[in-house]
C-alpha cells in the first residue's frame, strides 16, 4: 500500500469588500474565528485561519476587501494588507459575489495578472442568492476568458455549498510538506486580537448604518484569574457625537454589545470571560499613520 505524501501550504483569499471572504474561512475551519458583517470592510487586518487534517496542513489567509478608495491612511494600510498577500502563497482564492461583477473586481483582476505567481481559483460566491442557476454558466465563460484561472467553482459560503469540493480543488495544488504550525494551533493572531475583533464585530452587528466609518477597539486588560478572563476593552470614536450613539440610550447600546461579545469569548476561550467596555475620543486616528501604529494597524508578518 502507499501512503500518500503530507501536503502543506498556504492559501490566500481576496477579493472586493463585502464579497465573503471571512464567511468562507470560517466555513472551512468550522469555527468562527473571522469576524463578518453586512458592511463591507468588515476586516482590517490579515489573519490566519488554520487547518490540520491527517493528511495536510492549510493555513488560509484572510485579508481587508481591495478597493479603490484609498484616500484615509487606514484605507491604504488595508490595501497594502491585502495586496501583500498575494506574495509567497500556495494557491489563490479570488473570491466574487455572484452575477455582481464591479470595477472594484476589475481592479483585483488586473492585480492578479501583473503580480500572482501561484495558481488561482475563480470563487463565484453567495449562488444561494440566486433563483436561476442558469444564469452562471455565461457568467462563467465570460469570466474564465479574463484570466488562466486554475478552476472555476461556484459555491455558498453561507450555506456549505460545494465548500469540500472547493477544498478538494485546493488540496489538489499544495505541495508536500511538512507541518507548518503545531496541528492544534486555530491561528497566529493572540486572543487580546480575537478579543477586540469579537467587540468590533458587535458594534457592526448593533449599529447598523449608525456605525461610525472609523472605530476601533484597543484591549486595555487581559489577564487570566482562577481560570476566567478579566478582559477590558476602549472603543475608539472620532468624535464626541459618536460617543452617544455608540453608548446608546441610558446606555443600551453598549450593554448588548458587550453582551453579546462576551458571550461569544466565552465560547473560543473556552471559559468564563468578564469583560468591561469604555468608549473614547481620539480625533483623527484613521487618517494619522503614527496614531494607526499605536492602535495595532502594524504592517507585520
Ligand atoms: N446569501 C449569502 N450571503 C453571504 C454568503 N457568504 C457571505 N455572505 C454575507 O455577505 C456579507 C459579507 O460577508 P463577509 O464574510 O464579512 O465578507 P468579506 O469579503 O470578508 O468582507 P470584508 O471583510 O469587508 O472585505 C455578510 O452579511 C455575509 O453573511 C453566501 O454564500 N450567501
Ligand atoms: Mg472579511
Given amino acids: 500500500m502507499t501512503e500518500t505524501a503530507f501536503r502543506s ?78 506574495d509567497d502563497v500556495d494557491v489563490i482564492l479570488f473570491v466574487v459575489d455572484g452575477m455582481n461583477w464591479t470595477d472594484e473586481d476589475e481592479r483585483v483582476l488586473e492585480r492578479l495578472r501583473t503580480s500572482a505567481k501561484a495558481p488561482v481559483i475563480l470563487v463565484i460566491n453567495k449562488v444561494d442568492k440566486l433563483s436561476d442557476k442558469e444564469v452562471l454558466l455565461p457568467q462563467i465563460e465570460k469570466l474564465a476568458a479574463e484570466f488562466e484561472f486554475a478552476n472555476v467553482l461556484p459555491i455558498s459560503a453561507r450555506k456549505g455549498v460545494n465548500v469540500d469540493q472547493l477544498e478538494q480543488e485546493i488540496k489538489k495544488l499544495i505541495p508536500e510538506g511538512e507541518l507548518i504550525f503545531p496541528e492544534d494551533q486555530l491561528t497566529d493572531r493572540s486572543s487580546r486580537f480575537l478579543a477586540a475583533e469579537l467587540v468590533r464585530e458587535k458594534l457592526f452587528r448593533h449599529l447598523g448604518q449608525e456605525l461610525p466609518y472609523s472605530i476601533t477597539v484597543e484591549i486595555e486588560q487581559f489577564d487570566e484569574e482562577n481560570g476566567m478572563y478579566r478582559i477590558g476593552a476602549v472603543i475608539y470614536v472620532e468624535r464626541d457625537g459618536q460617543k452617544s450613539i455608540v453608548i446608546g440610550k441610558k446606555g443600551e447600546l453598549l450593554k448588548s454589545v458587550g453582551k453579546d461579545a462576551r458571550i461569544e469569548m466565552e465560547s473560543l476561550f473556552g471559559c468564563k470571560v468578564f469583560l468591561r467596555l469604555w468608549v473614547k475620543v481620539r480625533e483623527g486616528w484613521g487618517d494619522n499613520e503614527r496614531m494607526l501604529k499605536n492602535l495595532g494597524y502594524n504592517d507585520e508578518l
Avoid at 489573519?47 to 484615509?72: A, C, F, M, N, W
Fill in 9 to 86: 501550504g498556504y492559501v490566500a483569499i481576496i477579493g472586493r469588500p463585502n464579497v465573503g471572504k471571512s464567511t468562507l474561512i470560517n466555513r472551512i475551519l468550522g469555527q468562527k474565528l473571522c469576524i463578518t458583517s453586512r458592511r463591507p470592510q468588515t476586516t482590517r487586518h490579515r489573519i490566519l485561519g488554520i487547518k490540520t487534517e491527517d493528511d495536510s496542513q492549510l493555513i488560509y489567509v484572510d485579508t481587508p476587501g481591495l478597493h479603490i478608495d484609498d484616500k484615509r491612511a487606514m484605507n491604504r494600510y488595508m490595501n497594502r494588507a491585502a495586496a501583500s498577500s498575494i
